[in-house]
């Protein structure tokens, strides 16, 4: 069963940059499918990025293409999502989410992913 810890988010003026992490508790990190999530009170919970298990693939909600990368390092079970150029309307808890196998394109429902973490805050306000 995977465990996985997110770290990183924090308040940032907008325009800023943060860096989330998220660290995965399974020998068998490099077979998992990784994503970000994030959530606003009142707001479903919407896809944000995703990595294949090689780290080969990726792909970006609309809204944070050109801004947001996500990135892992299976060598250390993790992966990061890298934010730049945040705006107010990017504050939300982030949640990074494991899927077992390759990915498909149903990557971007939050039902398909076999284990989440417990969220990091992240806000932009000046």
């Known amino acids: 069963q995977v465990q996985l810890v997110e770290s990183g988010g924090g308040l940032v003026h907008p325009g800023g940059s943060l860096r989330l992490s998220c660290a995965a508790s399974v020998r068998t990190f490099s077979t998992y499918g990784m994503s970000w999530f994030r959530q606003s009170p009142g707001k479903e919970r919407e896809f944000v990025a995703v990595?294949?298990?090689?780290?080969?693939?990726?792909n970006y909600a609309d809204s944070v293409l050109g801004r947001f990368t996500i990135s892992r390092d299976n060598a250390k079970n993790t992966v990061y999502l890298q934010m730049n150029s945040l705006k107010p309307e990017d504050t939300a808890v982030y949640y990074c989410?494991?899927?077992?196998?390759?990915?498909?394109?149903?990557?971007?429902?939050?039902?398909?992913?076999?284990?989440w973490g417990q969220g990091t805050q992240v806000t932009v306000s000046s």
């Open positions: 990595i294949s298990w090689s780290g080969g693939t990726t």
């Open positions: 989410a494991a899927r077992f196998g390759p990915l498909d394109k149903t990557h971007d429902r939050a039902k398909q992913y076999d284990a």
